[in-house]
């Protein structure tokens, strides 16, 4: 795989298995994440499937998911 920069096409990073949540609803509007060789991690969105997608380091990604576990962003759904 080539290097992966923010903002780069999702269909640039060539073998990413792409994962939603089971939560996601049926009209797909979802955010996809896909681990990347060496650790890092893309997020798209699911209904631009060939638009930009957005790289994390891991330690960003398990920061992200701590706070979403812990309630930090629920402000943001109510």
């Not at 979802?30 to 060789?37: G, I, Q, S, Y």
């Not at 060496?38 to 990604?61: F, K, M, Q, W």
Request: charged share 25%; proline share 4%.
């Amino acid at each position: 795989m080539r290097h992966t920069y923010n903002g780069m096409a999702a269909t640039e990073l060539r073998g990413a298995v792409w994962q939603k949540s089971l939560r996601s609803n049926s009209q797909g509007n979802c955010v996809e994440l896909a681990k990347l060789p060496g650790g890092d991690v893309a997020v798209r969105n699911s209904r631009h499937p060939d638009g930009p997608a957005l790289i994390y380091t891991r330690a960003e990604i398990e920061a992200l998911i701590l706070g979403v576990k812990d309630g930090e962003f629920d402000g943001l759904i109510q």
